[in-house]
């Protein structure tokens, strides 16, 4: 098993811009999080230390926080999209203006960046490749705001529909509860009207922390889901059957099998964003943790660099592995030691891997297969 890595084989980057957010998310690890008393954030001159020699893919988001909070996050785009380097974000949409959100779609905007004779992804690799940014949107007007506490539904789409009108690419992301299954063939619909290229539902896997916010008083049902939903190729999902627990299986690190590099909003590497967790917030402390042990040496990206920090993390490949084997360290278990249903299914998909319109007829099944 190929543990941890060498610097010439990263290709995946996962950053935390930000620990700030405007929402109060009743499962976010966040949520009431000693971790988040001190807003801290990149800067540009933090990323510009990262080695993009061999990077493909960056995708902003983290634990923490929402990287449209991060201040310089129009700065820190506009560098990544120079290199040609296919960026992700995700975020919950309800911050900034309607400007901002234009400019930034004409920023992630295919023609635009062409006509700034810079290079696009497609040039580059060959899967999922092209600039996007993702709206987690978990509801309509009268259902968003149960979970995504502190947000603005009309403000959100607003925010979208501006993003797109500038020439971005938009996918829609909706988190299942019982309280808005029955509007996830309408949300999809309104994502078609609206121009999203992709419409996903997506179950939670917070099960530790369900618990605590339903005794909180939040209602976050995830049973007796009986709602059914049909994708782009016409498949019929039955919910009830797809939120199902997850079965042991040997622990398999998908961060070195993804050749991905995670760092959080203070300058930590870590090979993933569970690592991360574990390591700043207080809910997983050196008591219920082995994570703090593991890290005992300098892994910020302002005081090492780069290359240091790679080399003490490949050093540690066959003690990794024996903890792996052991299952010795919770997160691990729970994020790479389970058989898990597939978490995400898309129920629209207008765009291919490289970043084309699919075919007519496939688009136009997406386009008008609308909920009679």
Known sequence: MSIFYDDDVIKKLHIELTNACNSKCPLCVRTNSPAVEKIKHLTLDDIKKINFENLHHILLCGNFGDPILCPEIYEICDYIIQKGICLHIKTNGGMRDKKFWYDFGKLFSKKNIKERGLPYPDERVGKWNYHKVTFDIDGLEDTNHIYRIGTDFKKIKENAQSFIDGGGLAGWEWLVFKHNQHQIMEARDLAIRMGFYNFSIKKTRSRGRMKKAIKEGHDLNIKNITEKV???????????????????????????????????????????????????????????????????????????????????????????????????????????????????????????????????????????????
Not at 321 to 329: A, H, V
Not at 345 to 361: A, C, E, F, M, V
């Open 230 to 372: 049909i994708d782009i190729r016409g498949n019929m999902y039955n919910l009830d059957r797809w939120i199902r627990d997850d079965e042991e299986i040997p622990v398999k690190c998908k961060g070195s099998d993804r050749k991905q590099i995670f760092i959080s909003c203070e300058g930590d590497m870590f090979p993933c964003c569970w690592w991360g967790g574990a390591y700043t917030n207080d809910e997983f402390n050196i008591k219920k943790s082995m994570v703090p042990s593991l890290i005992n040496f300098d892994n910020n990206i302002r005081t090492n660099t780069w290359d240091n920090i790679i080399k003490k993390y490949s050093s540690k490949k066959d003690e990794m592995k024996t903890n792996f084997e052991n299952r010795c360290i919770e997160e691990c278990n729970e994020a790479c030691g389970k058989k898990r249903t597939s978490s995400v299914t898309s129920l629209i998909h207008l765009y291919k891997r490289d970043g084309k319109p699919r075919n007519k007829q496939r688009r136009k099944f997406a386009l008008y297969g609308l909920t009679q």
